[in-house]
């Protein structure tokens, strides 16, 4: 139970950062899907699977915590070290400088991955019956 409270707890911070940031980032011009859009969707997603995870705990759970979480790290950091130009409908979303928030979605994104993997692994192990290799 606790492996389940602590990275629903990471998502949750994950949610609340980006629901936070969001206001601050609507402006996009036509076509162009805005960077809050993104982050209330990425807020959206956390507090979903959060919840889901904190109710089931169950392998798909985790899983979809690791894609969230890992995803959500992933971006951070690509978007904080290398300058990508605006795609498709997607902006330029290229932020060089670390500050709080930011900060402590980072570590919430990168605890998180941490967290749902050991519970996915963990879910594994225990579903395997004893005596036989799987």
Same mark, same amino acid.
């Given at each position: 139970?606790?492996?389940? @409270? *602590?990275?629903? %707890?990471a998502l949750f @911070? #994950?949610?609340g950062?980006?629901? *936070?940031l969001a206001p601050g980032h609507q402006d996009?011009?036509? +076509?162009?899907i805005s960077q809050g859009t993104l982050?209330?969707?990425?807020?959206?997603a956390a507090l979903i699977v959060g919840v889901w995870v904190l109710v089931r705990g169950s392998r798909a759970s985790y899983a979809a915590a690791l894609v969230v979480a890992f995803t959500a790290f992933a971006a951070v950091m690509l978007y904080r070290y290398v300058d990508i130009p605006a795609f498709g409908p997607f902006p330029a979303m290229? #932020?060089?400088?670390?500050?709080?928030s930011k900060s402590l979605s980072? %570590?919430?994104?990168?605890? +998180?991955s $941490? $967290?749902?993997l050991a519970g996915l692994v963990r879910n594994s192990q225990s579903r395997r019956a004893p005596g036989r290799d799987t």
């Open positions: 139970m606790v492996l389940r @409270i *602590l990275t629903a %707890v @911070i #994950d949610a950062v980006h629901l *936070l996009a011009p036509p +076509g162009v982050f209330l969707l990425e807020a959206a290229y #932020d060089p400088v670390w500050f709080f980072a %570590v919430a994104e990168a605890a +998180g $941490l $967290l749902a």
